[in-house]
Structure formats: C-alpha cells, structure tokens
T-cell receptor
Framework: GESVGLHLPTLSVQEGDNSIINCAYS??????FIWYKQESGKGPQFIID?????DKRQGQRVTVLLNKTVKHLSLQIAATQPGDSAVYFC????????????FGSGTQLTVLP | ETGVTQSPTHLIKTRGQQVTLRCSSQ?????VSWYQQALGQGPQFIFQ???????GRGNFPPRFSGLQFPNYSSELNVNALELDDSALYLC????????????FGEGSWLTVV
C-alpha cells in the first residue's frame, strides 16, 4: 500500500457500534501484517498483528481478518468508544525485506457521541 | 508505553543545517528502524540497524545516515537539511528482524525553515 496525500479516508461511527476498517495491501510476498493506531501528535501504537498462515486473529475488542486471495486486510473494533478516535494504519512486511514496514494510506476513525 | 524513547521531541532547524535524532530501544530489542512521516501520510522506511550494522535502506538519499551503539540505542543524522525534510521522525524497535512485534516511539518533530 502506497501512502496517499493529505485526504485520508474517513469513517464515522456512533459510540457503541462496531467499526470495520479496510486495507488493501500491495505485495503478495508479504507474510506479516500489523494494525497501528495513531493519535494526533503521537507515534503509532501497536494494536494487533497477523501472520499469513492465519485468516483471523482476535484481541481485546479487536479482530483482524486477512484475505490473501484478494490481498485485503480488515480491522474490526467492537463497541467503539470515544478513545478509539484516531488514524488507523495497516502495515505489511515480508521476510526478505529486513522486516521494513510498508504502510497503507490510513483511515481516520471518528466516534460520535 | 512502548519502552521506545526518542529525543528531542520537537526541534526547529534552518535549511542547510545538520540534525541528530536519538532513540533508545525497548529493553532486549537489538533491531532499530527509522521512519519519516510527513503530515497526513503514513510512515516511510528510512533504514534499519541490526546488531550495529545497517540492514536495509529505503529510498532516501545518503545525507540520511545512522548509527547503532552496543547498547542498541540509535541515532539518525540528516545533513544539508531541506524544507521537505520537515516531518515526524519515528524510531521503531523489535527483538530481532525476523518478524517479532515492532514498537514505535512517540517521534521527533522536525521543522526546517
């Protein structure tokens, strides 16, 4: 996924609803994927990761789904809270790349009261 | 709290000057990567250090250089600063470069005027 310019995709959800953030990745050789949350003025915060030998992984209130056939990743957040408002990035990497991360374009999640 | 600390948090430099940014990796982590994040975009990989050696480099000119010390802390040096170097510089550490979780610091905000 190539990063795009200043106009991030946005998602607005009501507090308490579930959120789904999608990401298309670019490299079919990628074997490790990470979702990060980035609040304004802060560094990316690790949320959850998944390896290519899995289709689904669950954490606390979050689930990541991986579809390697169409090179698609999604992050599901259950019972979205105001503190979940942030920019969410997916990142991909593969074993021959010194594990450098390639970030997607990011999605701005806004939780409405 | 990721255990990755960066300094300084903010700084302003003049075009043509040089800057050094510092990073202390999480305890036990021997791999440090540096990323540049322009406003509204995802982080871009600059380079990685593994056991004091450069282990991969992104598409950045040679005036971006780095070091890793025996305690695995790291420096990013940028010479001949340009206005476009204004960005958030992020340090990320992991236990090694084989696919363990990668944690980011809060970053150093560099403004070039």
């Amino acid at each position: 996924g190539e990063s795009v310019g200043l106009h991030l995709p946005t998602l607005s959800v009501q507090e308490g609803d579930n959120s789904i953030i999608n990401c298309a990745y670019s490299n079919s050789a990628s074997d490790y994927f990470i979702w990060y949350k980035q609040e304004s003025g802060k560094g990316p915060q690790f949320i959850i990761d998944i390896r290519s030998n899995m289709d689904k992984r669950q954490g606390q209130r979050v689930t990541v789904l991986l579809n390697k056939t169409v090179k698609h990743l999604s992050l599901q957040i259950a019972a979205t809270q105001p503190g979940d408002s942030a920019v969410y990035f997916c990142a991909e990497t593969y074993s021959g790349s010194a594990r450098q991360l390639t970030f997607g374009s990011g999605t701005q999640l806004t939780v409405l009261p | 709290e990721t255990g990755v600390t960066q300094s300084p948090t903010h700084l302003i430099k003049t075009r043509g000057q040089q800057v050094t940014l510092r990073c202390s990796s999480q305890s036990g982590h021997n791999t440090v990567s540096w990323y540049q994040q322009a406003l509204g975009q995802g982080p871009q990989f600059i380079f990685q250090y593994y056991r004091e050696e450069e282990n991969g480099r992104g598409n950045f000119p040679p005036r971006f250089s780095g070091l890793q010390f025996p305690n695995y802390s790291s420096e990013l040096n940028v010479n001949a600063l340009e206005l476009d170097d204004s960005a958030l510089y992020l340090c990320a550490s992991s236990r090694d470069n084989s696919g363990n979780t990668i944690y980011f610091g809060e970053g150093s905000w560099l403004t070039v005027v």
